[in-house]
C-alpha cells in the first residue's frame, strides 16, 4: 500500500508522462469520444451558462474547454503539471482564458480552494477517482465548496468492463481480465495503486452532504479504447453500440458492466 504522497508522486509521474499523447490515445479515439458524448448529454441537463464550475482532474482540458464555450466558469485542476500545461494550451488557443483558470493542484488538497467562493457544480471525467484512496475527505472538501442543490458528476472506472474482460480473455491474458475485481490494485504496468470503489462505496462516502440522484454506465457497449483497431473497421457500428448506451444506460446489471460509471449527485 503506498502513501498519500508516493501516490501523489508516481500519480503525477505517471500522468506527466502521457500528456502529449492523451488526446491521440484516449481524446480523439472512437471509444473516447463516444464515452465523452454519453457524460456530456448527462451533464448538459445540470451545467448551465454562468456556472461556476470545479472541473477535478482536468487533463488536457476537453471537458473545461466545452464547458466553457457553453457559457460555464470553469477553475480545473490537476495534479499534473503536464496536464494542467496542455489544458493551459487547449484554452489559450481556443481564446478561453476568461471562461478557465487552471491550477496544479491534487484532489487531495481542495481545501485550499476554500476562499474561492462557492461552486454551482463539480465534475470528474473519466478516472481521476480511481487514483484517489481516501474519497471521504474529497467528499468533505467538495461539500464545503459546493452551494446547496449544486450538482457533482462523477465518473470512473468501474469494478467490472465485460468489454475488457472478453477482450483479454480472447488475447490469453486473465491477469489483466480481471484486474478490476479487487477493490484497488497494483498494476505491474504502474507505480501506483489503482482504486476500484464499489457505488456503494462512494455513496457511503458522500452520503453525509450528497444524495445519489442518478447512475449510468459509460461504455457498455462502447468498448474501452485499447478496442480502438476494430473501431476504425467498423465506424458506424460503434455509433449504433453508442446508441444502445444510450438507451440502456442506467438499466439494473447493465450498467453495472460498463467501461466507466456516472455517478450524478446532488449538494443537500
Ligand atoms: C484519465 S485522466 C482524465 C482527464 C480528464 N478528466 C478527461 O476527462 O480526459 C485522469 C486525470 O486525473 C488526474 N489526477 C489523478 N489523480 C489526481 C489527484 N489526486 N488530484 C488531481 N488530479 C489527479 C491525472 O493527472 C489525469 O490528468
Same mark, same amino acid.
Request: aromatic share 10%; proline share 4%; charged share 25%.
Given at each position: ?13 505517471? #500522468? ?5 499523447? @492523451? ?20 451533464? +448538459? ?9 470545479? +472541473? ?31 489544458? =493551459? ?10 471562461? *478557465? ?18 461552486? +454551482?457544480?463539480?465534475?470528474? +471525467? ?29 465518473? @470512473? ?21 480481471? =484486474? ?15 482504486? @476500484? ?15 445519489? *440522484? ?6 457498455? #457497449? *462502447?468498448?474501452?479504447? @485499447? ?36 455517478? *450524478?449527485?446532488?449538494?443537500?
Amino acid at each position: 500500500m503506498a502513501g498519500v504522497a508516493d501516490q501523489q508522486r508516481e500519480v503525477a509521474a505517471a #500522468f506527466d508522462a502521457q500528456a502529449d499523447g @492523451y488526446d491521440e490515445k484516449w481524446t480523439r479515439s472512437v471509444s473516447g469520444r463516444l464515452q465523452r458524448e454519453q457524460v456530456w448529454r448527462e451533464v +448538459d441537463r445540470f451545467f448551465l451558462p454562468g456556472h461556476k464550475i470545479l +472541473d477535478l482532474g482536468c487533463g488536457t482540458g476537453v471537458d473545461a474547454v466545452r464547458l466553457a464555450r457553453v457559457g460555464a466558469r470553469v477553475l480545473a485542476i490537476d495534479i499534473s503539471p503536464q496536464m494542467v500545461r496542455m489544458t =493551459r494550451r487547449r484554452v489559450e488557443s481556443e481564446n478561453l482564458s476568461e471562461g *478557465v483558470t487552471c491550477e496544479l493542484l491534487p484532489l487531495e488538497e481542495l481545501g485550499d480552494l476554500k476562499n474561492r467562493g462557492s461552486f +454551482d457544480g463539480a465534475i470528474s +471525467d473519466f478516472g481521476v477517482l480511481n487514483c484517489v484512496e481516501n474519497l471521504r475527505q474529497v467528499a468533505r472538501d467538495l461539500a464545503a465548496l459546493l452551494r446547496p442543490g449544486a450538482h457533482l458528476a462523477l465518473c @470512473y472506472m468501474g469494478r467490472f468492463c465485460l468489454w475488457e474482460t472478453a477482450w483479454f480473455l480472447l488475447h490469453g491474458k486473465p491477469g489483466k481480465a480481471f =484486474r478490476r475485481l479487487g477493490a484497488r490494485s497494483f498494476p505491474a504496468s504502474r507505480a501506483f495503486e489503482v482504486f @476500484y470503489p464499489s457505488v456503494r462505496a462512494i455513496v457511503e462516502a458522500f452520503s453525509g452532504n450528497f444524495r445519489l *440522484v442518478s447512475w449510468r454506465g459509460v461504455g457498455i #457497449f *462502447v468498448p474501452p479504447s @485499447y478496442v480502438e483497431p476494430l473501431a476504425h473497421s467498423f465506424q458506424g457500428g460503434f455509433r449504433r453500440l453508442a446508441r444502445f448506451d444510450h438507451i440502456a444506460g442506467g438499466w439494473a446489471i447493465l450498467r453495472a458492466v460498463g467501461d466507466h460509471r456516472l455517478l *450524478v449527485f446532488v449538494r443537500n
